[in-house]
Structure formats: C-alpha cells, structure tokens
C-alpha cells in the first residue's frame, strides 16, 4: 500500500532540492500548483499518467517518488552501489557512513605533512567516487563545510576549511558515533 504523506513528504524534498517552487513544477507539468499541494500534504496521489514526466524533472526514478526509503538515525539505507548507516537526522537531510570499506586508498600519495583541504583522498572522494553515483544520487548529496583541525599525532598543522560533498568523519565524530573502540580500529587496525 502506498503511504499518501511518505510520497508527498518525497515530492515536497525532491521539489525543493531540484530548485522548483510548487507554480514552477506545475507549469511544467500543465496543472494546478494546488495539485502540487494536494500531493505534498498527502491528500492525493499523481496520476499515474503524470509519473515519468514528474521523475523526469525531479531527477528520480518513479519508485523513489512512490517508496520513499525511510530514513532514522541508526538504519541502514542503500544509495548508490551501497549500503549506509544513517549517524543522524536534520529535516530532510542525513549524515551517512558506509556500512563496508569500499576500498583501502592512501591519505596522500607521498608520505609528507598535507592537509585534508590538499590530500589525494580529499581529491578522490569528491571527483571519482562521487562521479560514481548517478546524477539523481549526485544530486541528493549536499555540500558540508569541513573544518580541519591540527593532528596530535604527527604534528601536521590544520588546513583551511573545505567544502565537500564526500568526506571523512573527524576523530570526535568517530567518538560520538562508534565510542572508543571504533578510534582504536581507525588509529592502529
């Protein structure tokens, strides 16, 4: 059975992501932006008529507009290729982590003081892997201003921030979200 307001809630996310105000999509769509209400408040359904075009502009597949994947902090949701654990929650976006190492890559090329803002990994994470996914997945995952901090171990200086689409967690978001034995594996495993 197809739930009315997980539907609407999706259209309503999907809309605003794609940059649509409700009278926009509607036009595009040829009907009223009081239909497009109706479906975000899950009064009503699309027509079934109406679903590729509504897919199309919203850069989704018609299964995600109609099974909206749920999303709560400790859950595990697949997006792309993969498996996430969801760390957190905040309206309609979530913080995520792989649920498997998706492959073993070096910091940084050369063994030397760098930044996060100049690694190699930084570079990967935010050209490559992300490219990976396809362009409905690219764009439902946000740019995160990330804030380096020296390294106590090595003595490397912070960089400047960043602004990121991949990134790795901190050593306090480690902590917050897995405790200390996460650390221990993260540091030495």
Known sequence: MIDNIGVGSQILSLRKRNGF???????????????I???????TLPETAMLPLLAKLLNTSID????PVIVKAGGVIPFGKYQWRVLKTDG???????????????????????????????????SHFYDSFALSERMQILETRITDYDNQWYGTKCGHPTVDRIFLLSIAE???????MAVFVLLYG
């Open 92 to 126: 309609n976006s979530a913080l995520i982590v792989t649920e498997s190492v998706i492959e073993q890559r070096a910091f940084h090329e050369s063994f030397t003081d760098i930044t996060w803002a100049h690694c190699d990994l930084r570079k990967y994470l935010n």
């Open 37 to 43: 209400s109706k479906w975000e408040n899950g009064h």
């Open 174 to 180: 480690v902590l917050q979200y897995f405790g200390g």
């Open 21 to 35: 105000t409700q009278e926009e999509l509607a036009s595009k769509l040829e009907i009223s932006a009081q239909a």
């Open 64 to 67: 995600a507009i109609l099974m």
